[in-house]
């Protein structure tokens, strides 16, 4: 049997393409791995997403009571001083502090009951032969006519029949932390940077705490795992930490969080989507507003058979990559306290202070 179309890879990119093809009438075929119970960093959606949301009839998930609206996010970048930015003047909205699993959870059932088959398996290699698909699955041969890579990072069909670039190393250190004085914390998310890179805190819904460190990943301050001590998080993080008792209460985690993407983000018989097409600093707050984009989007072409929208997609995957890379530099040439660290020479360029633009939250 070969499927008409093959969704790879997990995720909200992986969920959403599933979702939105099915809601075509596609019938796809969803291959992912199960997402597993352990906790997901990456939980700060922008309010820009929630019109992507209700194209999909999935903006009724926001409101569940695991997700929090984020109206206070202060930030110490270029100087000591924490800089608040309310969403009461943000137009389009609040962002969510989502709980990302949950958010996952949703969108996998909604695609399900759309109508995508779901395959819990990973994608262990990819093939064409004669303008087929041939995909290995758990040993077995699995046959498509087209694919959507929705992979990550590891993008195993973009990766394998593109060009791949990436901009930087950088990497993240994480941990979940859980408030054990009985006292309800103030929900607010907190970015600082510091010599070795730059950290970012929220609170969730359910008052536990997530503490990132982002460094590139060969760097010593990634190696020496910053976060198995409290005593290295920064002054505004750690006062809140300690200030509401927190405490560790999970084994420190690593990811590659680094700017990667495709060119061209479709190919005969393919198309990347999510981070798979363009991979961003979490510093944009862009990972799960793309994610949702590309899948509508490329969606959206495959159904209609349109070429021409499917190049008009790709092109403005490498538009937007274009302008993420811009404003990416602008907005860490803000930091001028440590441009002789490697972390942040590699970063920012001595000529020159943009002065337009600001951090934004994970």
């Known amino acids: 049997m070969i499927h008409d179309v093959a969704v790879l890879g997990g995720g909200i990119a992986g969920a959403a393409a599933a979702l939105r093809l099915a809601q075509g009438g596609a019938r796809p075929l969803w291959i992912a791995a199960p997402r597993g119970n352990a906790f997901k960093p990456g939980e700060h959606l922008s309010a820009a997403a929630i019109p992507l949301l209700k194209t999909l009839g999935s903006d009724a998930m926001l409101r569940a009571q695991v997700h929090r609206h984020a109206h206070g996010t202060y930030s110490a970048w270029g100087s000591n001083l924490l800089v608040a930015r309310n969403a009461i003047v943000q137009l389009e909205g609040p962002p969510t502090v989502l709980d990302r699993g949950a958010f996952e959870d949703a969108l996998t059932a909604q695609a399900i009951a759309a109508g995508a088959t779901r395959f819990e398996e990973d994608v262990t290699g990819v093939t064409v032969v004669d303008g087929c698909w041939h995909l290995d699955v758990a040993g077995q041969a699995v046959k498509a006519g087209f694919v959507f890579d929705a992979t990550g990072r ?105 700017s990667s993407w495709v060119a061209p983000a479709i190919g005969a018989g393919w198309v990347a989507i999510g981070d798979a097409a363009a991979a961003f600093d979490p510093l944009s707050s862009h990972g799960m507003t793309t994610a949702l984009w590309t899948a509508i989007q490329a969606s959206d072409a495959y159904l209609a058979q349109d070429r021409g929208a499917m190049q008009a997609y790709s092109d403005s995957v490498a538009k937007g990559v274009q302008e993420y890379l811009e404003a990416r530099h602008a907005v860490y040439a803000r930091e001028r306290r440590w441009v002789k660290s490697r972390f942040w020479a590699r970063r920012v360029a001595l000529a020159g202070h943009p002065q337009d633009a600001e951090p934004s939250p994970v």
């Open 154 to 258: 590891k993008a195993v069909v973009a990766g394998q029949y593109a060009a791949r670039f990436q901009a930087d190393k950088l990497a993240c250190q994480y941990a979940v932390f859980a408030c054990e004085n009985g006292e309800a914390p103030r929900p607010v998310t907190l970015i600082e940077a510091e010599e070795r890179g730059w950290w970012y805190m929220s609170l969730l819904a359910d008052n536990r705490a997530v503490v990132n460190f982002y460094t590139d990943a060969d760097l010593p301050g990634f190696k020496n795992a910053a976060l198995e001590t409290q005593a290295r998080v920064p002054e505004a993080i750690g006062a809140y930490l300690r200030d509401y008792g927190f405490a560790m209460q999970s084994v420190p985690r690593r990811i590659t969080t680094n």
